[in-house]
């Protein structure tokens, strides 16, 4: 069993940055596809950034290239989202999400384990 829990979201203004975890305990996160995705009320939960088991190699919406960039600190099993250059259309709770197996996934169903959320509020 994986748990994940996130942490790092407040409110920022327009053109700030932000770094959001997500700590993993239960598994070696090293082998586990990781992901962030986020939701806002009324729509449906969106893919931002992904992290591939194993080869660590990362992938993006397009919405956030160049803005965004995940890593994974092995050693301290944690899974970050780095957001610079924020803009209100960011505002949202984001969620940290895994499965196991080294593929690229983006979407919901292909997830096994998430977090509970952490709010990030963008202010023009």
């Known amino acids: 069993q994986v748990q994940l829990v996130e942490s790092g979201g407040e409110s920022v203004q327009a053109g700030g940055s932000l770094r959001l975890s997500c700590a993993v305990s239960?598994?070696?996160?090293?082998?586990?596809?990781m992901a962030w995705f986020r939701q806002t009320p009324g729509k449906e939960r969106e893919f931002v950034a992904g992290?591939?088991?194993?080869?660590?190699?990362?992938y993006y919406a397009d919405f956030v290239k160049g803005r965004f960039t995940i890593a994974r600190d092995t050693a301290k099993n944690t899974v970050y989202l780095q957001m610079n250059s924020l803009k209100p259309e960011d505002s949202a709770l984001y969620y940290c999400?895994?499965?196991?197996?080294?593929?690229?996934?983006?979407?919901?169903?292909?997830?096994?384990?998430w977090g509970q959320g952490t709010q990030v509020t963008v202010s023009s």
């Open positions: 992290i591939r088991g194993r080869t660590d190699t990362t």
């Open positions: 239960g598994r070696t996160s090293s082998n586990y596809a």
């Open positions: 999400a895994a499965r196991a197996n080294t593929g690229v996934y983006t979407t919901l169903a292909e997830y096994n384990y």
